[in-house]
């Protein structure tokens, strides 16, 4: 059972839009911020948006991080079948005093 | 070209002991965290705890403190994570990151390439 809850999967067609969410709770989304990681079949977890809403270097901006109270979402513009991987939200917990992951979201492009 | 390279695949007995590593370069070792994330196969990512390579203190999720030891040696920059006593349920892909904080924001880039560990009698 993870701390931070998301849906186990998503789908959407080529170029459609598609949102992910993340639910936490007041010890770790509610004062912290909330990073998303992207895991290609076969591959290590890569960062995708880190501070709630922020591209890294080389990362599209058709990926858009939001944040608000206790939740946070990815969403996915011009879905493209690359886009199929694993989506983990990840956020500190002071009431744990370590990081906490979401279950991940198995996205798959129809 | 900041990375950290994992050593690799590991397969031991349930009972034996490992320690795995994790290399970094292209940055200074000492500015950052490293933290170690397990994945069970066809599941989530699990959070093991951190170690800050400056003085090697290290912050362990409960979950984990007691059955596993986090160490750094900054001369080699390098990570490492051990087990005294495998278990099978220790079968997992092991991943080591770089935890940056700035001004309180903080995330893991990059990431190992990730080492599998194997136990099976």
């Known amino acids: 059972q993870s701390v931070l809850t998301q849906p186990p999967s998503a789908s959407g067609t080529p170029g459609q839009k598609v949102t992910i969410s993340c639910s936490g709770s007041?010890?770790?989304?509610?004062?912290?911020?909330v990073n998303w990681y992207q895991q290609l079949p076969g591959t290590a977890p890569k960062l995708l948006i880190y501070n709630n809403n922020q591209w890294p270097s080389g990362v599209s901006d058709r990926f858009s991080g939001s944040k608000s109270g206790t939740s946070a979402s990815l969403a996915i513009s011009g879905l493209q079948s690359e886009d199929e991987a694993d989506y983990y939200c990840a956020a500190w917990d002071d009431s744990l005093n370590g990081w906490v992951f979401g279950g991940g979201t198995k996205l798959t492009v129809l | 070209e900041v990375q950290l390279v994992q050593s690799g695949a590991e397969v031991r007995k349930p009972g034996q002991s490992l320690r795995i590593s994790c290399k970094a370069f292209?940055?200074?070792?000492?500015?950052?965290?490293i933290t170690w994330v397990r994945q069970v196969p066809g599941r989530g990512l699990e959070w093991m705890g951190r170690i800050d390579p400056t003085d090697s203190y290290v912050n362990y999720s409960p979950s984990f403190r007691g059955h596993v030891t986090i160490s750094a040696d900054k001369s080699t920059s390098t990570a490492y994570l051990q087990w005294s006593i495998l278990e099978a349920s220790d079968n997992a892909i092991y991943y080591c990151?770089?935890?940056?904080?700035?001004?309180?924001?903080?995330?893991?880039?990059?990431w190992g390439q990730g080492t599998l560990v194997t136990v099976s009698s």
């Open positions: 007041s010890s770790n989304i509610g004062i912290n911020t």
């Open positions: 292209g940055y200074r070792f000492t500015s950052s965290w």
């Open positions: 990151a770089r935890g940056i904080a700035v001004d309180g924001i903080r995330w893991f880039d990059p």
